[in-house]
């Protein structure tokens, strides 16, 4: 109670204009108090009228009142203070230019606590008691302090707007109901705001789940990055021990040339040496020997020539000039062809699979789905060269056209590990993974058009040999009448429709898609297969017993 009593005293002897208490507090004609200044200020306003109001109770006085300090209400205020009183409110409690204002308040007024959708009026904590205590004042609407109360009334009729119109999708009054809203599909405002409530909470549920979905999605995706730089990383690490291995074996393949040269090059030096130091001492021998018959034959005395001739030392054998094998001036010019030999093979091998190591880098991509084009020209963005592998080619079949078309031609081909030697069957030189797509034009009895490992078996005829008979392999076969089948394992599901003597098969190595196309005017989906790829693929023709037949690669722009 005696709180109560401060909070009183407070009120009472408070300015209704500056919400401080009194300062120099002057009585007007009415009996309302406020501060002298404050009074001053505000009659100052009203000067021109010539017409002084109370802020208060509005009424009015003329001439403008003398006003003189109350000094009894100057002591109360003094005493009061000692005991206790608190100042106005802080600056922050006044309402800027952004804020919603009491509606009550008079002079400096406090900022809105809460709005009343009845009232259509904002009230501060002060005046906002009153809406809970009087029980009439309880059942109003309040909500947050808003700038916007008079948009909820009717701008024809003056009343509030509690109806909602179905038909114009806005709020109307009950006048408008019954006036230029008649015959309208309404409902209460309070129903239709409880329906789009409801309405509401089910698409905030269903953003809430999108989120969690999302949420889940971002946490692959973070796994996926992470997963790709540390294969990435040990990629880069592998390659880089695979080539260092490397440049360390052509490091010792080179010093081991250089060390076999250079002992052949001193076993030849030392015995063109040898040969050298005979020769040369054999013509010291010869030079001495004909300066003595030169000497002899000088001789004028014919006792002393004929008796210092038989004194003369026979010649040394003569070294057979034969023995003597002088080379073509090549020497090492073996070694070289043959170390330009292995450089050539070398070169022909990078040549040849490194196109296939970057393709298969930018190929990398990530769990993000990619949908399977729809058109033509959506497909050719994954089109890739393929050509056909002879090492793999069965004996009956012949190719031609850079090693994109197969006929059927006897031909004669070298042993080879990976040839077919009984199914008339051939595989790309190219293996497969990533997206990729292809066409074949083909014309005959019948053809597969198939994909297939690389560890299919090739020697005989048996299933594990035929193109769709094993789980090594997947055959489309096309048929004279434009028919197909399709065959994996030993199952074979024949398609429905027709098709073109041109087919296009798109792969998504990764996604486990493998879908045939009859390639026309338009794309024809004959069949698609969705299983898990474990290995890369290779493109892959097989021709029935029939010499009627022809496909080809199609070289695609």
């Known amino acids: 109670m005696a709180q109560k009593g401060v909070q009183l005293d407070r009120e009472t002897f408070s300015c209704c204009i500056c919400l401080d208490l009194l300062k120099h507090p002057v009585t007007i004609p009415c009996g309302h108090n406020y501060c002298m200044n404050c009074i001053k200020t505000h009659w100052d306003k009203e000067e021109e009228k010539k017409l002084y109001s109370c802020p208060q109770c509005r009424k009015t006085f003329t001439p403008r009142p003398v006003l003189v300090k109350n000094t009894m209400l100057a002591d109360l205020v003094e005493e009061l203070k000692k005991t206790g009183l608190q100042a106005a409110p802080a600056d922050h409690c006044y309402a800027g230019p952004e804020d919603v204002a009491c509606d009550v308040c008079t002079g400096k007024r406090l900022k809105a606590l809460k709005s009343c959708l009845v009232c259509l009026a904002s009230y501060c904590e002060k005046h906002l008691q009153r809406h809970y205590d009087v029980p009439p004042l309880k059942k109003h609407k309040l909500v947050d302090p808003s700038n916007k109360l008079q948009e909820n009334i009717c701008s024809h009729h003056d009343e509030v707007m509690k109806i909602f119109c179905h038909n114009d999708q806005q709020c109307i009054c009950y006048l408008c109901s019954m006036d230029e809203h008649k015959g309208h599909d309404t409902v209460s405002a309070e129903a239709e705001r409880t329906e789009r409530q409801r309405k509401l909470e089910g698409s905030r549920l269903n953003i809430h789940q999108r989120i969690l979905n999302r949420k889940d999605y971002l946490k692959l995706l973070h796994q996926e990055v992470e997963a790709i730089n540390i294969s990435a990383d040990e990629t880069v690490e592998h390659s880089q021990q695979i080539f260092n291995k490397l440049i360390i074996l052509m490091d010792k393949r080179c010093s081991d040339v250089e060390q076999q040269v250079r002992s052949q090059q001193r076993t030849e030096v030392s015995r063109v040496q040898e040969l050298q130091e005979k020769l040369e001492q054999e013509i010291t021998e010869l030079k001495k020997s004909d300066a003595e018959l030169e000497k002899i034959s000088h001789t004028e005395d014919l006792n002393q020539f004929l008796l210092n001739y038989p004194s003369l030392s026979p010649l040394s054998h003569s070294t057979d000039s034969s023995s003597i094998d002088i080379r073509p001036l090549r020497y090492f010019q073996d070694v070289t062809d043959a170390v330009s030999e292995t450089r050539d093979k ?136 434009r028919s197909y089948t399709l065959c994996y394992n030993k199952v074979e599901t024949p398609l429905s429709g027709h098709g073109s003597y041109k087919i296009g098969v798109y792969l998504d190595h990764r996604a486990g898609t493998l879908s045939f196309y009859s390639v026309s005017e338009t794309m024809t989906l004959l069949h698609r297969v969705q299983t898990t790829f474990t290995q890369p693929l290779y493109a892959g023709l097989s021709v029935g017993f029939s010499y009627s037949f022809t496909a080809e690669f199609c070289k695609l722009k």
Request: aromatic share 10%; hydrophobic share 30%; proline share 2%.
């Open 346 to 481: 070398l070169l022909e091998v990078m040549k040849e699979k490194w196109p296939n190591v970057l393709l298969t880098v930018s190929e990398v991509d990530v769990l993000l789905s990619i949908s399977e084009p729809k058109t033509r020209a959506g497909f050719l963005k994954y089109s890739r060269e393929i050509t056909l592998d002879p090492n793999t080619t069965n004996t009956v079949l012949k190719l031609s056209d850079g090693n994109r078309k197969v006929t059927i031609a006897h031909q004669s081909y070298s042993r080879h590990q990976d040839r077919f030697t009984k199914c008339w069957q051939v595989l790309s030189r190219e293996s497969l993974t990533g997206r990729r797509y292809w066409e074949v034009e083909w014309s005959g009895e019948e053809i597969d058009i198939a994909v297939a490992y690389k560890d299919i078996r090739r020697k005989g005829d048996s299933d594990e040999c035929v193109f769709g008979q094993n789980n090594k392999s997947w055959a489309l076969s096309c048929y004279y009448d």
